[in-house]
Antibody, heavy 119, light 106 residues
Framework: EEQLGQSGAEVKKSGEFLRISCKGS????????IAWVRQMPGKGLEWMGI????????IYSPSFQGHVTFSADKSISTAYLQWRGLQASDTATYYC????????????WGQGTVVFVSS | DIQMTQSPSSVSASVGDRVTIACRAS??????LAWYQQKPGKAPKLLIY???NLQSGVPSRFSGSGSGTDFALTISSLQPEDFATYYC?????????FGQGTKLEI
């Protein structure tokens, strides 16, 4: 069974570093792009960008570029989303999602990682 | 960026009703539109891809239509488990963008 398993909830302070993870299983992790999607409390979905775990090719949304960094370790089928300096406005649930090119859609989602940042 | 606008933002309906949710893109997206369903506290779930293709395992009461800039998701006969928030999503160009969501309430 294909799965994306995300790391657990985080409570951090403004200015701190954070890296959250997304581990794929049940499929060839290096064959599909992985996207990161933000959902602020009570709000809609925002596409942050996408990374190809096979070659670490990355496309950031302009809205997030410079504030977050994507990376991947294909040896352990894991993608990462990190912040060097968190802000209170980063409080949100973050989802990773597997992009299926034949569908041009996200056919598999992680369960989400809740990040709370206090000021 | 391509702006995606859904209407209505919320809709009240009853079990058995037929409901249609609209999604308009700010430019032609050549049919590259997907629909997702999200229930409270859960990850989104893919329903429809490339305008009208039903994802495996999704009930046939869900259907998608449209072209150019105007698209729609229709639920032919609402079931209790369909009450959720629905998002359209364009996959035509970067950055990918979502509609603001439509909350379907009882």
């Amino acid at each position: 069974e294909e799965q994306l398993g995300q790391s657990g909830a985080e409570v951090k302070k403004s200015g701190e570093f954070l890296r959250i993870s997304c581990k794929g299983s049940g499929y060839t992790f290096t064959s599909n792009w992985i996207a990161w999607v933000r959902q602020m409390p009570g709000k809609g979905l925002e596409w942050m960008g996408i990374i190809h775990p096979g070659d670490s090719d990355i496309i950031y949304s302009p809205s997030f570029q410079g504030h977050v960094t994507f990376s991947a370790d294909k040896s352990i089928s894991t993608a990462y989303l990190q912040w060097r300096g968190l802000q209170a406005s980063d409080t949100a649930t973050y989802y990773c999602a597997k992009y299926e090119k034949e569908m041009e859609a996200f056919d598999l989602w992680g369960q989400g990682t809740v990040v709370f940042v206090s000021s | 960026d391509i702006q995606m606008t859904q209407s209505p933002s919320s809709v009240s309906a009853s079990v058995g009703d037929r409901v249609t949710i609209a999604c308009r893109a700010s430019q032609d997206i050549s049919g590259w539109l997907a629909w997702y369903q999200q229930k409270p506290g859960k990850a989104p779930k893919l329903l429809i891809y490339a305008t009208s293709n039903l994802q495996s395992g999704v009930p046939s009461r869900f259907s998608g239509s449209g072209s150019g800039t105007d698209f729609a998701l229709t639920i032919s006969s609402l079931q209790p488990e369909d009450f959720a928030t629905y998002y359209c999503h364009q996959t035509y160009s970067f950055p990918r963008t979502f509609g603001q969501g439509t909350k379907l309430e009882i």
